[in-house]
């Protein structure tokens, strides 16, 4: 069955420190990358995405990710966090049958 | 900027009532779909829509649940007899979906949910 993993369910960092978010899937045909946030009290917001090409995607407020195929992996990076990066962060892979998988999600909480 | 919306932002329901929620997609998208996500947790994919036919469904939505655009902008996820399991927020979200060079491209663009109570 296709799954998404998210490593960590919570993560906590202050200002400046830098973030990574592991993500894994499991699928073995050719797979659409997402990168998903929510903030408190609000809807999803696309960060990011990877659909061919470039395997290192930037995406909006600095994020981005890189896809690596052979481990199965779509981790989120930021160098440096804002106390407004917090919020709870979804990886979500689109299959050829277009329905999208979440994974679990991450909380951030980052220290002022 | 084109967007998903859906109304209303929170319904409150009894157990065993009947409760649609609504969502306009957007226009020249033609690919629909719902999501739940029960507090707390993850997004789960309740069901795909095409071509006014269901294409894919996930394992929770069972015979309670239906689909439907019922004219040119509306897409429609009833539930006959909720229940108390059924409380969550409800995301509809639209993409236009293509393929090209055997690359599925399939962003799909989320509305900003309803949050439904059954009591």
């Known amino acids: 069955a296709q799954s998404v993993s998210q490593h960590n369910h919570h993560v906590i960092l202050s200002e400046a420190a830098s973030l990574e978010l592991g993500c894994n899937y499991s699928?073995?045909?050719?797979?659409?990358l997402f990168w998903y946030v929510q903030y408190p009290g609000q809807h999803l917001q696309l960060l990011l995405k990877y659909f061919s090409g470039d395997p290192l995607v930037k995406g909006i407020k600095g994020f981005e990710a890189e896809f690596i195929k052979s481990k199965f992996s779509f981790n989120l990076r930021k160098p440096s966090v804002q106390w407004s990066d917090t919020a709870e962060y979804f990886c979500a892979v689109g299959t050829g049958g277009f329905k999208t998988i979440f994974g679990a999600g991450t909380r951030l909480f980052v220290k002022a | 900027e084109p967007e998903v919306t859906q109304t209303p932002s929170h319904q409150v329901t009894q157990m065993g009532q009947e409760v649609i929620l609504r969502c306009v997609p957007i226009s020249n998208h033609l690919y629909f779909y719902w999501y739940r996500q029960i507090l707390g947790q993850k997004v789960e994919f309740l069901v795909s829509f095409y071509n006014n036919e269901i294409s894919e469904k996930s394992e929770i939505f069972d015979d309670q649940f239906s689909v439907e655009r019922p004219d040119g902008s509306n897409f429609t996820l009833k539930i006959r007899s909720t229940k108390l399991e059924d409380s969550a927020m409800y995301f509809c979200?639209?993409?236009?979906?293509?393929?090209?060079?055997?690359?599925?491209?399939?962003?799909?663009?989320f509305g900003p949910g309803t949050r439904l109570t059954v009591l």
């Open positions: 979200a639209s993409s236009e979906a293509r393929l090209a060079g055997g690359v599925p491209y399939n962003e799909q663009f």
């Open positions: 699928y073995g045909g050719t797979v659409n």
